[in-house]
């Protein structure tokens, strides 16, 4: 028994040891791989509060990406990071700090208390409520006590453990919003609104005893109206429409008393805000006018407003309390990329002098937003700062030290909606390759001299580099951490494999970026603070398009991006380099304001002369416009193979269109319509899923068992509709949510294919490339993930090896589809893209648990048979198994979690086995993929020298054997 439970533990060791060599080496984490994680912009921010020093070691922040953090003020780092679900549940509401915990509350009814220090969860409770309005939270310092507002519902519980001590239900909840929430003087204060109509203000002891609530009629409130509670006793409301101040005294709440703006010098616009403060102050609210003039007001004891502080050159302003004095800090644009900082002791409207400094603030950053200040006492008796500033991009920069910034943290790069990568140039050596072998007008004698010098060129590239190694120059340096940039270009040259890429990234507030996929540093930056996204399904997106890529020297690349103007709704364009960042020439810099509304657009797939791809455009009255603009007359003569259809999300239309010549103009005319709508569901279309222009198609067939070939059916025409909705229940069942799957030729509108699936719902991750679709839903019968594919085939014979059109398109195909069980929820998932196509494909899936996982395509096969075959098993086809395998070796980015991943962009290399790949979202992860493993390069470990000598030693012995085999032939002819 002994002897063979030894073998047992053997065989066990064994086993383990083979299994984890498929994971990832130690020595191999950070070789290929990245990771950058951000917070998103943050709407609550405290400094660090420490009984006896000067505190601010610290920043506390809570963002609208549902995180709650602590990043370290010496360097910007993420202390601990708290990231909750997507959607309102994870919503953080409210943040609050006193110095010795935080509380929180998410989805307007969860409160939860947190560690400062650790980040860990001290104790967390549930009150009754709707999550469809924000909660507040109080700290009572003097009881001990923690008050939460929610939409129905005011609550007391102890700060030390969260025990409820009291509660008081709000009336009619159900048509008064009560959204502000203030204890002073004992007293709690609620204050709910009813737009259009009234205010009610209810006051609460803090034994729970309900003492008054009085409605106050306040006719001016809109849902725009912004209001706040200011100076612990005042409710105050901006109404832009009339330019006016209203006040109500919740001590005494017997009616709002109107200020207007211009008693005050001012006018208000719709742009005029409130200025977050994140700590309540005594000495009245702050507010943005305009981007270049703030205010302090205060409240009279009649209830008039008054300006304690004009800022007429001020961009942002904060209240700051320091050792019982109030001070006022203000940011003035006096130059290009300068702030001015100026601080002022309200009291005596005297100037500190020690915070005069001048902060070398980036344009790219657009304006400030909001910023919090921290004062203390250096040892020299003098006054000492930290500044946290928000700018417009939603980048947040630390301030100190006479002006200097200490760290950025590029927290734009959380709202990617669009990405693209692109080749880096050659170097000029390898680009007068293509000019070595001259025009059609050049002689032999032009290419010969073309050639010597091309030659002579190299050599004097290669002494000069070997002269530097011999000196000991480095050629590369060495970033470390922190540094914002990288400081020398001398590696933005192409690899022998190009695997080192530009990646372009465009976020939804404008910013436009290019990051180096080697390292993830920002090489530039663009801030186009009038480009906006499109609402394309409920969903962000931006166009981002490459017209010409690096591969056609002389001519720069260009990349052109689509967006909606943010205040006419109508289209936005900026054309721009990728290497360097440049915009193209006539191109303002704050990008193109179109004076049309976009339909459509897409990237003609035809070059012109100049090896440009136009970007062709349709507006609102069906006009087809392209840029640039002088592609117009190229797209005209060729207008005859371009088609275009749109799609109406609510009514489920889907209109094809073809391009027409009328009076000069390009114009569409419909050719077809398909109505995706059904009498008995209310479905709106979710999702139009057509192939990656990127994508090549290595083999049109399929080899089956019996060496007979299963044709592909490959028409580049195809896009996946998907549909959701629900059926309408009847007396014999409920209703249940129905998801339709279509698949379309655009040319024709015909219809290739329609799959429905009762008692499903989305979101649904689609993935359309080559022959097949993948697509994930939630079985909500089964209450399970599952994924579905579909391989359609022409059959055995096939209809035109060559050109493929859908007006001579083959019959139905035929559809070949299955499903399988996920075992884990989703956030999205796409598929490798290489450069020929040869690899076999990997599915990516970013699951919600963290991990990147990829999936051979070759398990989502519809032709997996339940019972195995010899035919089968010759082709490599896994027996059926309903459930997918989702294990450890398979997540690429092994321990590194990411959070909230919106996307995965996929970009082939050089090499036919690798595909780079970008997981973008809350954070981002670049690495490498290998589907087939590394077929196409040799092994580090390869041994050159002993192949070298093999294949040396078998020349000389053909060699000899030759000479050997002539003399013996030579021989026996004398015989």
């Known amino acids: 028994m002994a002897t063979t439970g030894g073998c047992i533990f053997i065989l066990c060791t064994f086993l383990s040891c083979f299994i984890y060599s498929y994971a990832l080496y130690e020595d191999q984490v950070g070789s290929f791989d990245w990771r950058q994680q951000y917070i998103g912009r943050y709407k609550r921010a405290y400094w660090e509060q420490v009984e006896g020093t000067a505190g601010g070691k610290r920043l506390f922040v809570s963002s609208e990406k549902n995180v709650i953090a602590s990043l370290n003020t010496a360097n910007g780092k993420i202390v601990w990071r708290k990231v909750f679900e997507e959607g309102r549940r994870g919503e ?63 609550y007391a519980v102890q700060t030390r453990d969260g025990a409820q001590k009291w509660e008081v239900e709000l009336s009619n909840s159900e048509t008064v919003r009560y959204s502000k929430l203030q204890v002073h003087d004992g007293k709690v204060y609620v204050v709910g609104m009813t737009a259009g109509s009234e205010v009610k203000v209810i006051s609460i002891g803090l034994d729970g005893a309900v003492l008054s609530t009085k409605p106050v009629l306040a006719g001016f409130l809109r849902k ?32 709002f008393v109107a200020t207007s703006s211009q008693d005050l010098g001012h006018d208000l616009t719709e742009q005029s805000r409130w200025v977050e403060q994140y700590t309540p102050s005594a000495r009245g609210e702050v507010i943005q006018i305009s981007k270049d003039r703030t205010v302090l007001v205060t409240v009279n004891d009649n209830g008039k407003v008054s300006v304690i502080k004009d800022l007429p050159k001020s961009a942002i302003a904060a209240v700051v309390s320091y050792e019982g004095k109030d001070y006022i800090v203000s940011l003035e644009q006096t130059g290009h990329e300068e702030l001015t900082m100026n601080m002022y002791e309200l009291g005596t409207s005297n100037q500190v002098s020690e915070a005069n400094h001048k902060i070398h603030y980036m344009k790219h950053h657009g304006q400030p937003l909001q910023m919090t200040c921290l004062l203390a006492q250096r040892k020299d008796g003098k006054m000492a700062y930290k500044l946290a500033l928000l700018s417009e991009d939603y980048a947040v920069q630390l301030v100190h030290k006479s002006g200097k910034i200490a760290w950025r943290r590029d927290e734009f790069l959380a709202y990617a909606v669009a990405v693209e990568m692109v080749d880096l140039p050659v170097s000029e050596n390898q680009a007068k390759f293509e000019d070595e072998f001259g025009s ?34 480095k050629h590369h340096t060495v970033i470390e951490e922190g540094e914002d940039e990288d400081t020398e270009d001398d590696d933005l040259l192409r690899d022998e494999f190009s695997l080192h890429k530009i990646i372009v990234i465009v976020t939804s507030p404008g910013k436009i970026v290019g990051m180096k996929s080697i390292n993830g540093h920002l090489l530039w930056q663009h801030f186009l603070p009038e480009l906006g996204p499109f609402d394309r399904f409920g969903r962000e997106k931006v166009l981002l398009h490459v017209q010409r890529t690096t591969a056609h020297f002389p001519n720069p690349p260009q990349c052109v991006v689509l967006g909606r103007n943010r205040a006419s709704g109508r289209g936005h364009l900026f054309a721009f380099d990728p290497i360097s960042g440049h915009s193209v020439s006539q191109m303002p810099a704050g990008g193109l304001h179109l004076p049309y509304n976009i339909q459509q ?137 129905v998801i339709n799957v279509y698949v379309l030729d655009v040319i024709t509108g015909h ?70 069980i996920f075992p884990l929820p989703m956030y999205t998932m796409t598929t490798t893209i290489t450069e020929k196509g040869i690899t076999t494909k990997d599915i990516l899936v970013a699951l919600k648990n963290g991990g990147v996982f990829t999936l051979p395509k070759a398990f989502l096969d519809p032709r997996r048979p339940l019972t195995p075959t010899q035919e089968t098993q010759e082709e490599g086809t896994f027996p059926y ?39 973008y979202g809350l954070d981002m992860f670049h690495t490498r993929i290998q589907p087939s493993k590394m077929f196409d390069v040799l092994k580090e470990d390869f041994e050159h020298w002993l192949i070298a000598s093999v294949v040396l030693s078998m020349l000389v012995a053909s060699f000899i054997t030759q000479k050997l085999a002539s003399r013996k032939a030579l021989n026996r002819q004398w015989k």
């Open 224 to 255: 725009d109206t912004k209001c706040r509670i200011v100076e612990e006793k005042y409710l105050m409301c901006i109404c832009w429409m009339s330019s006016s101040f209203h006040v109500l005294n919740l001590k005494s709440p017997q009616g």
């Open 881 to 919: 198994i309903p459930e997918l395998p989702v294990h450890t070796e398979g997540m690429i980015n092994y321990n590194q979690t990411l959070y909230h991943v919106r996307g995965i962009h996929t970009s082939p290399t050089g090499l036919e086995s690798t595909s780079l790949i970008l997981c």
């Open 92 to 154: 953080v509401d409210d943040l609050i700090y006193n110095g010795e915990i935080l509380v929180s509350v998410l989805g307007g009814r969860r409160v939860a208390a947190w560690s400062p220090g650790s980040g860990n969860l001290l104790w967390e409770i549930f009150l009754d409520g709707s999550d469809k309005h924000s909660g507040v939270v109080k700290f009572v310092e003097e009881s001990g006590l923690v008050v939460a507002l929610t939409s129905e519902k005011v």
């Open 440 to 473: 059609h007008e050049d002689n032999v004698m032009t290419m010969f001299v073309k050639r010597v010098k091309t030659q002579l060129s190299q050599l004097q590239t290669f002494i000069v580099q070997q002269i530097h190694r011999l000196q000991g120059v």
């Open 601 to 737: 657009a897409f990237l003609l797939g035809e070059w012109d002369e100049h090896f440009m791809k136009a970007l062709i455009m349709l507006d609102d009255t069906f006009t087809v416009h392209t840029y640039p603009t002088s592609a117009l007359s190229f797209v005209e003569k060729h207008r005859s193979s371009i088609y275009i259809y749109l799609a109406d999300v609510d009514s489920s239309l889907l209109n094809g269109y073809r391009l027409v010549l009328s009076q000069n103009k390009l114009l569409v005319d419909n050719v077809w319509t398909v109505n995706l709508q059904n009498q008995r569901q209310n479905i709106k279309i979710t999702n139009i899923v057509a192939k990656s222009a990127h994508e090549h198609i290595y083999s049109q067939g399929r080899v089956l068992g019996d060496r007979s070939v299963l044709y592909k059916y490959l028409n580049p025409n195809v896009v996946v509709v998907t549909t959701e909705g629900e059926e309408p229940a009847t007396s014999q069942q409920k209703g249940y949510p």
């Open 751 to 820: 219809m290739i294919f329609h799959g429905n699936h009762r008692k499903a719902q989305g979101p649904l991750h689609i993935i359309h490339s080559e022959n097949w679709v993948v697509y994930g839903y939630f079985n909500t019968k089964q209450r399970r993930h599952e994924m579905a594919v579909l391989e359609m085939y022409e059959g055995k014979n096939q209809s035109n090896a060559t050109v493929f059109s859908s007006f001579t398109a083959p019959q139905q195909p035929l559809v070949m589809r299955q499903s399988f």
